[in-house]
């Protein structure tokens, strides 16, 4: 199965928001509530930030939102902060036991 | 806390095989499912492998059926990843996850390197 798809880049203005788009299908995002969104700064591990499409791990910042409608799931991020600025990756349930991941989206803060 | 350690990368010849480690503490390991994943330098995330918390069920991505084996020692909280027939485009640092729901993973280790060259 392919890749999820997400924009290689996104940006935004301290303070401000913005989301990050994860594109599949409905034989994944489509079919499950199994989307989750990972953080990754340079050199480091990912880390979880949303599971199950909305929900936030214990220590996550509620600036950090999630959402699907259709085979689109998306990751917002309110009142920006610099240390918000690394890459984010979407996964998403694909069945038949096989969990996909999108291709990740820089994150630039302004 | 919880923690995973990997080990066993380092440099390999194509053709060849290598074993991955991953050692887990500060939670029942016997309770969690437990994963591969692995990133190319540069790249993204390539989910790899899933093992059940109990080792009943095993599931690979299609591009390492056959060739990786995913297995567990709940004995020793220790997580494993047989590679064999070693490709170029295997080499990208492999980590070790735990799961906390479908495709989701709260805890990685930090990472080990696996590097395919002649």
């Known amino acids: 199965q392919s890749a999820l798809t997400q924009p290689p880049s996104a940006s935004g203005s301290p303070g401000l928001s913005v989301a990050i788009s994860c594109t599949g299908s409905?034989?994944?995002?489509?079919?499950?509530?199994?989307v989750s969104w990972y953080q990754q700064f340079p050199g480091k591990a990912p880390k979880l930030m949303i599971y199950?499409?909305?929900k936030r791990p214990s220590g996550v910042p509620d600036r950090f939102s999630g959402s699907k409608s259709g085979n689109t799931a998306s990751l917002t991020v309110s009142g920006l902060q610099a240390e918000d600025e690394a890459d984010y990756y979407c996964?998403?349930?694909?069945?038949?036991?096989?969990?996909?991941f999108g291709g990740g989206t820089k994150l630039t803060v302004l | 806390q919880v923690q995973l350690v990997e080990s066993g990368g380092g440099v390999v010849q194509p053709g060849r095989s290598l074993r991955l480690s991953c050692a887990a503490s500060?939670?029942?390991?016997?309770?969690?499912?437990m994963h591969w994943v692995r990133q190319a330098a540069g790249k993204g995330l390539e989910w790899v492998a899933v093992?059940?918390?109990?080792?009943?069920?095993?599931y690979y991505t299609d591009s390492v059926q056959g060739r990786f084996t995913i297995s567990r020692d709940n004995s020793k909280n220790t997580l494993y990843l047989q590679i064999n027939s070693l490709r170029g485009d295997d080499t990208a640092i492999y980590y070790c996850?735990?799961?906390?729901?479908?495709?989701?993973?709260?805890?990685w280790g930090q990472g080990t390197m696996v590097t395919v060259s002649s």
């Open positions: 093992i059940w918390h109990d080792g009943s069920n095993k």
């Open positions: 996964t998403s349930y694909g069945g038949s036991n096989n969990i996909l």
């Open positions: 996850a735990r799961q906390l729901a479908t495709s989701a993973f709260d805890f």
């Open positions: 199950d499409v909305s």
């Open positions: 409905t034989s994944d995002i489509g079919g499950y509530n199994y």
């Open positions: 500060g939670f029942t390991f016997s309770s969690y499912g």
